[in-house]
Protein backbone atom coordinates (compact mmCIF):
# COMPACT_ATOMS: atom_id res chain seq x y z
CA UNK A 1 0.00 0.00 0.00
CA UNK A 2 2.60 2.17 0.65
CA UNK A 3 4.52 1.74 -2.66
CA UNK A 4 1.33 2.68 -4.15
CA UNK A 5 1.05 6.10 -2.49
CA UNK A 6 4.51 6.80 -3.03
CA UNK A 7 4.04 6.16 -6.94
CA UNK A 8 0.91 8.20 -6.43
CA UNK A 9 2.44 10.91 -4.67
CA UNK A 10 5.72 10.78 -7.14
CA UNK A 11 3.41 11.21 -10.48
CA UNK A 12 1.36 13.89 -8.76
CA UNK A 13 4.64 16.05 -7.94
CA UNK A 14 6.37 15.58 -10.95
CA UNK A 15 2.99 16.65 -13.16
CA UNK A 16 2.61 19.65 -10.69
CA UNK A 17 6.03 20.30 -11.23
CA UNK A 18 6.05 20.24 -15.29
CA UNK A 19 2.36 22.53 -15.01
CA UNK A 20 3.99 24.93 -12.86
CA UNK A 21 6.97 25.38 -15.21
CA UNK A 22 4.73 26.44 -18.36
CA UNK A 23 3.52 30.32 -17.42
CA UNK A 24 3.80 34.01 -19.10
CA UNK A 25 6.91 35.71 -18.40
CA UNK A 26 7.76 37.18 -15.01
CA UNK A 27 8.08 40.73 -16.78
CA UNK A 28 7.98 41.79 -20.17
CA UNK A 29 8.77 45.61 -21.44
CA UNK A 30 8.59 46.92 -24.77
CA UNK A 31 7.40 49.40 -27.44
CA UNK A 32 4.21 49.29 -29.75
CA UNK A 33 4.24 51.18 -32.67
CA UNK A 34 0.53 51.50 -34.98
CA UNK A 35 -0.80 53.68 -37.65
CA UNK A 36 -2.89 55.59 -34.88
CA UNK A 37 -0.14 55.69 -31.90
CA UNK A 38 2.80 54.46 -30.01
CA UNK A 39 2.60 53.16 -26.51
CA UNK A 40 4.80 51.39 -23.91
CA UNK A 41 3.93 48.89 -21.91
CA UNK A 42 4.80 45.98 -18.88
CA UNK A 43 3.22 43.00 -18.23
CA UNK A 44 4.10 41.64 -15.12
CA UNK A 45 2.75 37.98 -14.26
CA UNK A 46 0.53 37.31 -11.50
CA UNK A 47 -0.23 33.65 -11.94
CA UNK A 48 1.07 30.68 -14.18
CA UNK A 49 -1.68 32.19 -17.05
CA UNK A 50 -2.47 35.32 -15.86
CA UNK A 51 -0.56 38.87 -16.60
CA UNK A 52 -1.41 42.50 -15.77
CA UNK A 53 -0.83 44.60 -18.98
CA UNK A 54 -0.03 48.48 -17.92
CA UNK A 55 0.54 50.78 -21.20
CA UNK A 56 0.75 54.68 -21.57
CA UNK A 57 0.54 55.97 -25.43
CA UNK A 58 -0.22 58.70 -27.36
CA UNK A 59 -3.10 58.35 -30.04
CA UNK A 60 -3.26 60.23 -32.82
CA UNK A 61 -6.78 61.43 -34.23
CA UNK A 62 -7.52 63.03 -37.69
CA UNK A 63 -10.63 64.71 -38.95
CA UNK A 64 -12.02 66.21 -42.19
CA UNK A 65 -14.26 66.10 -45.00
CA UNK A 66 -17.06 67.94 -46.25
CA UNK A 67 -18.96 67.16 -43.21
CA UNK A 68 -16.56 69.15 -40.71
CA UNK A 69 -15.41 72.70 -41.49
CA UNK A 70 -11.83 72.44 -41.30
CA UNK A 71 -9.04 69.24 -41.65
CA UNK A 72 -7.20 68.46 -38.46
CA UNK A 73 -5.22 66.37 -36.53
CA UNK A 74 -4.51 65.95 -32.65
CA UNK A 75 -2.80 63.55 -30.85
CA UNK A 76 -3.85 62.74 -27.19
CA UNK A 77 -2.88 60.30 -24.20
CA UNK A 78 -4.50 57.26 -23.50
CA UNK A 79 -3.50 54.87 -19.71
CA UNK A 80 -4.48 51.16 -19.99
CA UNK A 81 -4.74 48.70 -17.35
CA UNK A 82 -5.57 45.10 -18.67
CA UNK A 83 -5.32 41.55 -16.48
CA UNK A 84 -4.71 39.38 -19.65
CA UNK A 85 -5.44 35.25 -18.81
CA UNK A 86 -3.34 33.53 -21.38
CA UNK A 87 -5.48 30.30 -21.87
CA UNK A 88 -3.67 28.35 -24.36
CA UNK A 89 0.16 27.84 -23.09
CA UNK A 90 0.08 24.37 -22.10
CA UNK A 91 -1.14 23.32 -25.52
CA UNK A 92 1.00 25.15 -27.36
CA UNK A 93 3.87 23.80 -25.63
CA UNK A 94 2.31 20.57 -25.67
CA UNK A 95 3.11 21.18 -29.63
CA UNK A 96 6.27 22.43 -29.16
CA UNK A 97 5.38 25.83 -30.35
CA UNK A 98 6.61 29.17 -29.03
CA UNK A 99 5.29 30.51 -25.59
CA UNK A 100 8.50 32.96 -24.98
CA UNK A 101 7.28 36.84 -24.68
CA UNK A 102 3.78 35.59 -23.87
CA UNK A 103 2.57 33.82 -26.92
CA UNK A 104 -0.49 32.47 -26.99
CA UNK A 105 -4.37 33.27 -27.33
CA UNK A 106 -5.95 35.64 -24.30
CA UNK A 107 -9.04 36.86 -22.79
CA UNK A 108 -8.80 40.29 -21.47
CA UNK A 109 -10.84 43.18 -19.57
CA UNK A 110 -8.97 46.39 -21.12
CA UNK A 111 -9.84 49.43 -19.30
CA UNK A 112 -8.69 52.68 -21.07
CA UNK A 113 -8.23 56.04 -19.79
CA UNK A 114 -7.97 58.96 -22.13
CA UNK A 115 -7.13 62.24 -19.43
CA UNK A 116 -7.95 65.84 -20.95
CA UNK A 117 -4.07 66.12 -21.45
CA UNK A 118 -4.15 66.98 -25.24
CA UNK A 119 -0.50 66.87 -26.23
CA UNK A 120 -0.46 68.53 -29.91
CA UNK A 121 -2.79 69.79 -32.47
CA UNK A 122 -2.65 71.55 -35.41
CA UNK A 123 -5.35 74.08 -34.32
CA UNK A 124 -4.91 76.28 -30.99
CA UNK A 125 -7.79 75.72 -28.09
CA UNK A 126 -8.39 71.71 -29.16
CA UNK A 127 -9.74 69.67 -26.31
CA UNK A 128 -11.13 65.99 -25.86
CA UNK A 129 -13.93 64.54 -23.73
CA UNK A 130 -12.42 63.02 -20.88
CA UNK A 131 -13.68 59.00 -20.61
CA UNK A 132 -12.91 55.64 -19.72
CA UNK A 133 -13.69 52.51 -21.82
CA UNK A 134 -13.93 48.79 -20.17
CA UNK A 135 -13.83 46.31 -22.94
CA UNK A 136 -13.39 42.34 -22.61
CA UNK A 137 -11.45 41.47 -25.37
CA UNK A 138 -10.11 38.51 -26.82
CA UNK A 139 -6.83 38.21 -28.54
CA UNK A 140 -3.69 36.72 -29.77
CA UNK A 141 0.31 37.30 -29.27
CA UNK A 142 2.94 35.43 -31.47
CA UNK A 143 6.41 36.32 -31.30
CA UNK A 144 8.37 36.30 -34.38
CA UNK A 145 11.43 36.99 -33.19
CA UNK A 146 13.43 37.66 -29.93
CA UNK A 147 12.65 41.11 -29.86
CA UNK A 148 9.68 41.17 -32.20
CA UNK A 149 6.21 40.37 -31.62
CA UNK A 150 2.61 40.58 -33.26
CA UNK A 151 -0.73 40.94 -31.43
CA UNK A 152 -4.26 41.19 -32.64
CA UNK A 153 -7.23 41.74 -30.60
CA UNK A 154 -10.82 42.64 -30.47
CA UNK A 155 -13.70 43.41 -28.34
CA UNK A 156 -16.63 45.49 -27.59
CA UNK A 157 -17.50 46.80 -24.79
CA UNK A 158 -18.57 50.33 -22.36
CA UNK A 159 -17.40 53.78 -22.59
CA UNK A 160 -18.54 56.82 -19.97
CA UNK A 161 -17.48 60.05 -21.35
CA UNK A 162 -17.28 63.05 -19.25
CA UNK A 163 -18.36 66.27 -20.69
CA UNK A 164 -17.74 68.79 -18.50
CA UNK A 165 -19.24 71.32 -20.71
CA UNK A 166 -22.67 69.54 -21.38
CA UNK A 167 -25.73 68.96 -18.60
CA UNK A 168 -25.16 65.18 -17.93
CA UNK A 169 -22.31 62.43 -18.72
CA UNK A 170 -22.84 60.54 -21.41
CA UNK A 171 -22.17 56.67 -21.81
CA UNK A 172 -21.96 54.41 -25.33
CA UNK A 173 -21.13 51.14 -26.51
CA UNK A 174 -17.78 51.07 -27.63
CA UNK A 175 -15.47 48.95 -30.13
CA UNK A 176 -11.16 48.05 -29.39
CA UNK A 177 -9.34 46.81 -32.63
CA UNK A 178 -5.61 46.39 -32.00
CA UNK A 179 -3.36 45.37 -34.93
Not at 79 to 89: A, G
Not at 133 to 148: C, E, K, M, V
Amino acid sequence: MNKYLFTLALIITSSIGRAQSISVEQSTNGIQIGILGAWVYNESKLTNQLALRTEFGLVNGIWGGSFYEKNGHIMFSKITVEPRLYYNLNKRNEKSKRIDGNSGNFISLKTNYYPKWVISSNYDHISIAENLNLIPTWGIRRSISNHLNFEFSFGIGYEYITEKNYTSNRSDITADLNL
